[in-house]
């Protein structure tokens, strides 16, 4: 049984099918980690992610498009289907509802909805029930109750361990970053804000425009400060001016966030370098060097 003939065999026992029968399948691009593909069937369509790898992406996934679609913004998060994670010699997969493409994202709309959703919390502090992964890096998250230290250890001090034992970052580049680590307290200082769900991998990419709104797919969930939503956001680009207006109409940031903004783009910085190598390393390190 192939990986496809699993995922519609699980994908017809929660319809309370005995088959759904495939009539045409579609290779999607846009990810890096796992295969995707749309799955055109006897019910309809829907999406396929799949992937041959170790790990729990397809279950933390799916814990965060669930907790994503509880918190009930005008946000778009599809619908979970099936899901499996991989296991020796069977590759996991992932089956959601098929969101069909609108024309070009109302970036009002998104803003505000973005800003309903940061202001979900939980009471259990920073964290989330399960890990969940940035592309195909594991993200701790042990429940904190302490912002700096959360972020210190389970996001800043996990990456610059990855970096190190893949031989990306050397003694020295440790030390830097290990003191940049005693310092967060100063350089992160702000407000004190409750925990938000956020989406975590907010890059232009994981935003759709589809025919019922604004739509987050591929989330990386943690109840976290929101300010960490940002430096996603602002790293890659792509959402422009209105988004971050249509925001704050909804829920103001301090005015001072521009100023912490590079520490938090700095955790998708290293996370980048720990996956790509290249130009990435030296940029972490630079942002490490303007706030050690």
């Not at 309809?44 to 992937?51: D, E, L, R, T, Y």
């Not at 946000?75 to 969101?99: C, M, N, Q, R, S």
């Not at 803003?111 to 309903?116: N, R």
Request: glycine fraction near 12%; charged fraction near 20%; include cysteine.
């Amino acid at each position: 049984m192939t990986t496809l003939d699993r995922a519609m065999a699980a994908l017809s026992a929660r319809l309370g099918l005995d088959e759904v029968h495939v009539l045409g399948t579609a290779r999607l691009g846009g990810g890096c980690v796992a295969e995707a593909l749309r799955v055109d069937t006897d019910q309809g369509a829907f999406f396929v992610k799949m992937h041959e790898g170790e790990g729990s992406m397809f279950s933390a996934e799916a814990a965060g498009l669930t907790a994503l679609a509880e918190v009930g913004t005008r946000l778009v998060i599809p619908e979970v289907l099936a899901h499996a994670d991989p296991a020796p010699g069977k590759p996991g997969f992932l089956v959601l509802e098929h969101l069909p493409a609108g024309d070009a994202t109302d970036m009002a709309a998104f803003g505000h909805a973005l800003a309903q959703l940061h202001q979900a919390t939980s009471g259990r502090g920073f964290g989330f029930e399960v890990d969940t992964y940035c592309g195909a890096t594991r993200q701790p998250n042990r429940w904190c109750a302490d912002w700096l230290a959360f972020y210190r250890d389970h996001r800043i001090g996990h990456q610059l361990q990855l970096l190190v034992d893949a031989g990306r970052f050397d003694a020295d580049d440790r030390k830097l970053t290990e003191r940049l680590m005693g310092r967060l307290d100063e350089r992160l200082a702000g407000p004190e804000e409750p925990p938000a769900l956020i989406h975590g991998d907010l890059w232009s990419g994981n935003l759709m425009s589809t025919t019922r709104g604004p739509a987050l797919i591929d989330p990386s969930v943690a109840y976290a400060h929101r300010e960490a939503e940002l430096g996603m956001m602002t790293l890659f680009g792509g959402f422009g001016a209105r988004a971050f207006s249509a925001y704050e109409e909804v829920y103001p940031l301090d005015p001072s966030w521009r100023e912490r903004n590079p520490l938090y783009e700095l955790y998708h910085v290293m996370n980048h370098a720990t996956l790509f190598g290249g130009g990435y390393v030296e940029q972490a390190l630079g942002i490490i060097r303007r706030y050690a």
